[in-house]
């Protein structure tokens, strides 16, 4: 008989009892630790996690190990943390206050922002800061914070992130919910363009703004175009607004959205062909931490541009529209496409359409510039015909910006790194920005924020920044006169 058959019944049961609270134990511990989500290869670095110029891995985790109600719980709980240090860095770099400019407005009459809002460091002016030089403001760690690259409001994740007043009309007008419910969209109302925006067709230029002051969606589009537009140009239109799979919003358990989504649409980001603010990382770099905000950029005067996206350069409107889709949407991940439910559009019945209708939009009516893109003395002030000089003189703008619509259809590289250290700034490796478009500077008063990753809160700021950059030393006055012809394009 062996030694536990002789034990007394009552200790045979306190033993077995101890084995099984050990095992029950060893099982609870084993699900807390399944619960506890393993590094992310894709966040890792040669020197840690988001850290290092090179990362393990280019591809994204495709296949997700916790049930999707673990997933946004987890997120969920994170989130006022995110935004809170995101916030913080808001109000480090910028004034946020709601002061908009007295009589000057954009085109649907919303409130032009005014002033620089970037703030400086403490005992700096902006005259004492021109008059250093790249290496004493990098040595001495004066570049403004406002002026540095601005972080995604979740830049270790990045991804479509729109306003909440692009949010509730889609939901009201389409049924579709474009909110995250890991992060929500940083820069406050005050500071983007109006919405929804006009939309003026080149055609077209007797009928004035053809969205009757609508957000243009699925539900009303073929009401308000139809013997407008020709068949090819309202398919065209159609597709724009058609949603279709993205990296986070899509029907899998790797998603965003609180429900099951059918997509994005094209126009979700670029809101009747101009733009609402909507940010996103562009796709073309790793490791994660390189990747750079972008800003939505306005499909305005599509027509008369030769490059398309703010960094990537790609060459006509085609390769715009159906890389987009192939590439941005997907965080030019090609598995995450193909797992997501990536759309491709067939070039020639799709894509050209959607081609056909983007180059019909047209920029909001400017009506103190003549037909050379330049002020009619008769129309403009003189604090405007001053900026005017100052814009194809001492400003240097025009040598990128050139009349009549303001760019010169090539990218430049600012070589804003000659100011500032590499640092690492929630989550984003700044590094300098690399050649960025000439973005057209007509209709800029409509049209902010500024710079591609939306830095740049008002013309002010812009001024400001460009005048440090390039080294051109304006006057006050001169500034202000600058600002005053830029509002006028």
């Excluded at 609870?28 to 891995?57: D, I």
């Excluded at 800003?295 to 085609?318: D, H, M, P, W, Y």
């Excluded at 405007?384 to 910006?401: L, N, S, W, Y």
């Amino acid at each position: 008989m062996s030694a536990t058959a002789r034990l007394p019944a009552a200790m045979r049961l306190v033993s077995l009892s101890c084995t099984t609270l050990v095992l029950a134990l060893g099982y609870a511990h084993a699900q807390q630790a399944s619960q506890t989500p393993a590094p992310n290869p894709y966040s890792m670095g040669t020197e840690g996690l988001n850290q290092g110029p090179r990362g393990l891995t280019s591809y994204m985790p495709v296949a997700i190990t916790v049930s999707f109600a673990s997933l946004m719980a987890r997120l969920s709980a994170e989130k006022p943390a995110v935004e809170q240090t995101h916030n913080a860095l808001l109000s480090e770099r910028y004034d946020l206050s709601d002061r908009p400019a007295q009589g000057v407005t954009m085109d649907r009459a919303k409130p032009i922002q005014e002033g620089v809002r970037i703030k400086l460091p403490a005992g700096v002016t902006w005259e004492s800061l021109a008059a250093m030089s790249p290496d004493q403001i990098r040595d001495q760690n004066l570049y403004p914070k406002g002026f540095y690259p601005l972080p995604h409001p979740k830049h270790q994740e990045g991804g479509f992130v729109f306003p909440h007043f692009l949010i509730d009309a889609i939901k009201q007008q389409d049924g579709r919910d474009l909110k995250r419910f890991d992060i929500d969209f940083d820069l406050p109302d005050h500071f983007l363009a109006e919405f929804p925006p006009a939309i003026y067709l080149t055609p077209r230029t007797d009928l004035g703004d053809v969205s009757q002051g609508k957000l243009v969606s699925l539900t009303n589009y073929y009401q308000l175009f139809n013997g407008i537009l020709t068949p090819r140009q309202l398919e065209g239109l159609r597709l724009l607004l058609t949603p279709f799979p993205q990296q986070q919003f899509n029907a899998t358990e790797d998603r965003r959205a609180e429900l099951p989504s059918q997509g994005a649409a094209c126009f979700d980001c670029h809101s009747n062909g101009h733009q609402n603010g909507a940010t996103h990382e562009a796709p073309d770099a790793r490791p994660q931490w390189f990747r750079h905000r972008i800003k939505t950029i306005s499909l305005r005067g599509l027509n008369v541009q030769r490059l398309f996206g703010s960094q990537r350069a790609l060459k006509t409107v085609e390769d715009f529209t159906e890389f987009e889709q192939r590439t941005a949407y997907f965080d030019g991940d090609i598995v995450e496409a193909t797992k997501k439910g990536v759309n491709p559009l067939e070039r020639g019945s799709q894509v050209d359409f959607m081609a056909d209708f983007q180059e019909m939009l047209d920029f909001a009516p400017a009506p103190k510039l003549d037909v050379f893109g330049k002020l009619d003395p008769a129309k403009a002030t003189q604090a405007e015909m001053r900026g005017q000089d100052i814009f194809f003189g001492k400003g240097q703008c025009a040598t990128c910006h050139q009349p009549p619509f303001y760019t010169d259809n090539l990218m430049h590289d600012l070589h804003t790194e000659r100011f500032f250290k590499p640092v690492m700034i929630n989550n984003m490796m700044a590094v300098g920005d690399g050649p960025i478009k000439t973005f057209a500077l007509r209709g800029a008063k409509d049209n902010p924020p500024y710079l591609h990753d939306e830095r740049l809160l008002t013309l002010e700021d812009t001024v400001e920044f460009f005048n440090l950059i390039l080294g051109t030393k304006l006057a006050p006055q001169e500034k202000q006169d600058l600002v005053a012809f830029m509002r006028a394009l």
